[in-house]
């Protein structure tokens, strides 16, 4: 099914947010969709201000992964949590765009750190500028960002430094990997929450608080975007291994070749270490060389045939429905409706 998440049209076509197949349900109320569409249109025009500077070399850099489209998941959240309270105004369509400029600003870092040669179909910032400019870049996005929020609330301001923190320490945890005797699955799982959970989660939580919410409802929201965002990562882990190439454009094993350890490699190293011989011959493959792609393919293959992966599925689904959980209590509307069909999704895709 389609991708869960906001895409943008390309540069040179007016701007339209386009509603994804997850969210139908906004689609049958048609005041409220169209409600939805011009706030993240608002949304998309002042991200795009804000990254813009009279310096030539800056405002091309800065603009670049903004330009290059692809997903809005976290400004849609905020507009949407917005939705079940007062509604929208300028402060939650700030917050918004303050939300994508720091996703934005982590992948300029992420792709120097992983020295990733493309980001949304294009070379990334640093394979164009050079390392120091994409991570010069990618401050200057983060310091823009905290200026726009600092401008909104105190409590805006906390809240995002608290998630620039979680995003920073779930990245040094991730480099350094667990430490001493600290159990590896609970250090992966912490990751993720840090990485990709702690946005989402701000990202929910700031658009009901600019939106009029309680202090009570406002965590409500931070628990269901925690959630949903680990339920997504748990997934795009999976779908690394079991994702058909041609219907998801990934190579399958991505990460195994890399050596980063994801869940259902965890969960196979757990099974061997309890003696499951299936599970030992499997780790045989996925801790030899790599390097071909014959030997990718069968080490990929051992693993996705092994009851883990179905295993790990079933983590991902366990996280939805804590998210879906969260919101629980809030009032049934359409929005409720939307946030809860996008956790459906998260886990129920192919790439």
């Given at each position: ?17 386009k ?8 689609a ?8 939805i ?16 500077t ?8 800065a ?15 905020t507009?949407l949590t917005?939705?079940?309270?007062d ?10 765009a ?10 300029y ?14 070379p ?14 990618g ?11 600092a ?21 040094l ?46 965590q ?41 350890p ?6 196979l190293?757990?099974?061997a270490?309890?003696g ?76």
């Amino acid at each position: 099914m389609t991708d869960p998440s906001v895409q943008t049209d390309s540069p040179a076509d007016a701007l339209t947010i386009k509603l994804p197949a997850g969210f139908d349900v906004l689609a049958a109320d048609e005041a409220l969709s169209a409600g939805i569409t011009e706030a993240l249109d608002q949304v998309e025009e002042q991200l795009l201000e804000a990254l813009t500077t009279d310096d030539e070399l800056t405002n091309t850099s800065a603009r670049y992964l903004a330009e290059a489209g692809g997903k809005r998941i976290r400004p849609l959240l905020t507009v949407l949590t917005a939705q079940l309270f007062d509604g929208v105004n300028a402060e939650v369509r700030q917050a918004a765009a303050v939300m994508e400029m720091i996703h934005l600003a982590t992948l300029y870092h992420d792709d120097v750190m992983d020295s990733a040669p493309l980001r949304r179909g294009t070379p990334s910032a640093h394979e164009v500028w050079g390392n120091s400019v994409a991570i010069l870049t990618g401050d200057l996005i983060l310091s823009r960002a905290s200026r726009m929020m600092a401008e909104l609330s105190q409590e805006g301001a906390r809240v995002q430094s608290h998630t620039f923190e979680r995003l920073v320490m779930g990245q040094l945890h991730e480099t350094v990997g667990p430490q001493g005797s600290e159990d590896a699955y609970k250090h992966y799982l912490s990751v993720i929450a840090d990485k990709t959970g702690s946005l989402v989660a701000a990202a929910a939580r700031l658009g009901a608080h600019f939106g009029g919410a309680e202090g009570a409802q406002t965590q409500l929201l931070h628990d269901y975007g925690e959630a949903v965002g680990i339920a997504f990562q748990l997934a795009d882990d999976i779908i690394d291994l079991a994702a058909d190439g041609e219907a998801s454009g990934k190579t399958p094993g991505t990460d195994l070749r890399e050596g980063v350890p994801t869940l259902p490699v965890l969960l196979l190293r757990g099974a061997a270490a309890q003696g499951d011989e299936a599970a030992r011959d499997a780790l045989t493959l996925v801790d030899g060389d790599l390097s071909s792609d014959e030997a990718l393919a069968e080490a990929v293959s051992a693993v996705v045939a092994h009851p883990v992966t179905e295993r790990a599925w079933e983590v991902a689904r366990s996280w939805s429905a804590r998210a879906k959980e969260a919101i629980a209590d809030l009032p049934d509307s359409t929005v409720k409706q939307a946030l809860n069909s996008f956790a459906d999704a998260v886990v129920d895709r192919e790439g």
